[in-house]
């Protein structure tokens, strides 16, 4: 996969600007506050419909501006694409696809496919599971059109069971509670088991990219916390259960404790929890690790290399890791942010200011 050029109008701190990659590796320098992250978060928007950085999509338009657009041009196995993205201050983003408006969003998933990698991801590793849920959930979307509508239905059904449960009507919870734990059971079972498979195949990359990072002396191990049962039927039957033994509790908390909007991946290094115990260094190395995983996942599941997205990640890395993760990256198309760009790479080297190529 390869992008071929990003058109941006009225996007952060952007009014008009056309920028072209190349295959290879991509540099965006310059310095702080001029516009390169904002640049990477525009394509992975495009990717997944959703900002990296923030939930509110007023945000994103310009400064005193209505109204916002980000094209991005690309080419992948399948062909040439291109998806626009319109973003409104008084109304919710429109998308089109070859020019075609999509009605949902999950038509988007796996149009175009990005990795994206900041310092900040270092919460992947050290903070709550929701970090790596969500890390698992953007790349099954990605993967599969039929997981993102599963999620979107579960997280509907969990909103109208932890409302029932809310209520405090003991009578209207009793007479429909089995509906929805029922309901949500379905989903979740999909849930679940999309994402063992993928934690099946992210356990082997990951010790793979950890032993290549640490020079073989460090074991990284990564294991699914929560039901692991690959019986759709055991599964189901396990989740009824557990709805039903933690009902008390959810009355009294006024939502749902069981479930896999609860779940977790624990990660190890050398039998040791890094999130509890690790270093910094350790948590970054394996954040690092397990996005390089993501790579391999991508080109096993999709036959070819997603865009790798890195923003200011070398300042981050040690110079060993650093070299490393060079080496890798000329396989696919990479877009890397740095204040100053001293390295002995080819790459196609952009310099930002301002929100303008220069």
């Known amino acids: 996969m390869e992008i071929k050029s990003v058109q941006l109008k009225n996007f952060r701190n952007y009014e008009n600007e056309s920028v072209v990659f190349k295959n290879g590796l991509n540099i965006l320098e310059g310095k702080n506050a001029q516009g390169k992250t904002n640049l990477l978060e525009a394509v992975f928007l495009c990717a997944i419909g959703k900002s990296p950085r923030t939930n509110k999509e007023k945000e994103l338009i310009k400064w005193n501006e209505n109204f916002g657009k980000i094209t991005v041009e690309f080419l992948k196995s399948s062909g040439n694409k291109k998806i626009e993205l319109y973003l409104f201050s008084n109304q919710n983003k429109a998308i089109k696809i070859n020019g075609v408006p999509i009605k949902k969003l999950g038509e988007l998933m796996g149009e175009l496919n990005a990795i994206y990698f900041s310092p900040d991801e270092l919460k992947l590793v050290k903070e709550s599971p929701e970090e790596r849920r ?93 039901l692991t049962d690959t019986e759709k039927s055991v599964l189901k039957e396990k989740l009824l259960k557990l709805y039903d033994e933690s009902l008390e509790k959810d009355l009294n908390l006024g939502y749902t404790t069981v479930g896999p909007h609860r779940d977790d991946i624990k990660i190890m290094v050398n039998n040791i929890d890094i999130r509890h115990f690790g270093s910094q260094g350790q948590q970054r190395s394996c954040a690092l690790s397990l996005k390089l995983a993501e790579l391999e996942i991508f080109k096993s599941n999709l036959g070819e290399y997603p865009v790798l997205l890195l923003d200011d990640v070398l300042s981050e890395l040690d110079e060993n890791r650093r070299e490393k993760l060079l080496k890798i990256i000329n396989n696919f198309q990479t877009i890397l942010t740095c204040t100053e760009y001293n390295l002995n790479l080819p790459a196609n080297v952009l310099k930002i200011s301002n929100g303008k190529v220069v």
Not at 145 to 161: C, T
């Open 134 to 226: 969500r890390f698992m959930d953007i790349d099954l979307c990605q993967f599969n059109k039929n997981y993102f509508y599963a999620l979107s239905k579960y997280n509907k059904i969990l909103n109208q069971r932890n409302k029932l449960l809310k209520s405090g009507n003991i009578n209207s919870i009793k007479e429909t509670i089995s509906i929805w734990n029922e309901q949500l059971s379905e989903q979740a079972c999909y849930i679940i088991l999309k994402r063992l498979e993928l934690i099946e195949q992210l356990k082997v990359f990951a010790k793979q990219s950890h032993f290549y990072l640490t020079d073989n002396l460090e074991e990284m191990n990564l294991s699914y916390v929560g």
